[in-house]
């Protein structure tokens, strides 16, 4: 988090594992399939910055979700997160694991 956003964080707890068949990326010339392994952090120092790998940066709520242009898929994390379930969530499917 310190080198992306200039935020020093402490990590409380693992949020989930997600990834899907649905969300793929092209850039140049590859194509993949992300896994995102998120967690809940608190931050505690730093100051938030905007570097050479980003374009531009906005805190996501609730009230503004659906009007930020953005993976369709960080919107169906945040979803589930604000969704109050307290366990992990983990992708199966896409981890090739049966329920």
Same mark, same amino acid.
């Given at each position: 988090?310190?080198?992306?956003? @200039? =935020?020093? %964080?402490?990590? +409380?707890? $693992?949020?989930?594992?997600?990834?899907?068949?649905?969300?793929?990326?092209? /850039?140049?010339?590859?194509?993949?399939?992300?896994?995102?392994?998120?967690?809940?952090?608190?931050?505690?120092?730093? @100051? =938030?910055? %905007?570097?050479? +790998?980003? $374009?531009?940066?906005?805190?996501?709520?609730?009230?503004?979700?659906?009007? /930020?242009?953005?993976?369709?898929?960080?919107?169906?994390?945040?979803?589930?997160?604000?969704?109050?379930?307290?366990?992990?969530?983990?992708?199966?499917?896409?981890?090739?694991?049966?329920?």
């Amino acid at each position: 988090m310190l080198e992306e956003t @200039g =935020l020093e %964080v402490a990590v +409380e707890r $693992l949020l989930g594992v997600f990834s899907s068949p649905e969300y793929v990326l092209a /850039l140049e010339d590859k194509t993949f399939q992300p896994l995102l392994i998120v967690f809940l952090c608190r931050m505690c120092g730093g @100051g =938030l910055r %905007v570097g050479p +790998e980003s $374009l531009s940066f906005m805190w996501m709520n609730q009230a503004n979700m659906e009007t /930020l242009q953005t993976f369709p898929l960080t919107k169906d994390i945040a979803r589930f997160i604000w969704s109050g379930n307290q366990n992990a969530f983990f992708d199966f499917f896409s981890l090739g694991i049966k329920n």
